[in-house]
């Protein structure tokens, strides 16, 4: 069963930065990993992902702006998010699943999330 925790949210200014950790146990690192956000009164929206042979994808509202990445030796996902603005502010949670057909926001197995918040 793979556990995913969360770290690094917090409370920022905008324009300021934060960088997002998502620590997996229980499994070697899931090939499939991403972030998705709740944002207060919206649904949820897929942020950034990464498979395993490394390709990229992000939202259009966070390119340029956030950068995923891991560290497989270290069985961690993480999520730089630069220049953020006050619509950032949501709860951040880190997902994944081996599965490459899973559409992101259906991933077997999500963290307790991170909260965001940009003023």
């Known amino acids: 069963h793979v556990q995913l925790v969360e770290s690094g949210g917090g409370s ?3 324009g300021g930065s934060l ?3 998502c620590t997996a146990s ?3 690192l899931p090939l499939y990993m991403a972030w998705f956000r709740r944002i ?4 949820r929206e897929g942020v950034a992902a990464i498979a395993a042979d490394g390709s990229i ?3 259009d509202s966070v390119k340029g702006r956030f950068t995923i990445s891991k560290d497989n030796a270290k069985n961690t996902l993480y999520l730089q998010m630069n220049s953020l603005k ?3 502010t949501a709860v951040y949670y880190c997902a994944a ?3 490459r057909a899973v559409p992101m926001l259906k991933y077997k197995f999500k963290g307790q999330g991170t909260q965001v918040t940009v003023s």
């Open 86 to 88: 006050p619509e950032d």
């Open 57 to 59: 994808s992000y939202a």
């Open 40 to 43: 207060p009164g919206q649904g």
């Open 97 to 99: 699943d081996p599965d």
């Open 19 to 21: 960088r997002l950790s």
């Open 12 to 14: 920022v200014q905008a």
């Open 26 to 28: 229980g499994y070697t």
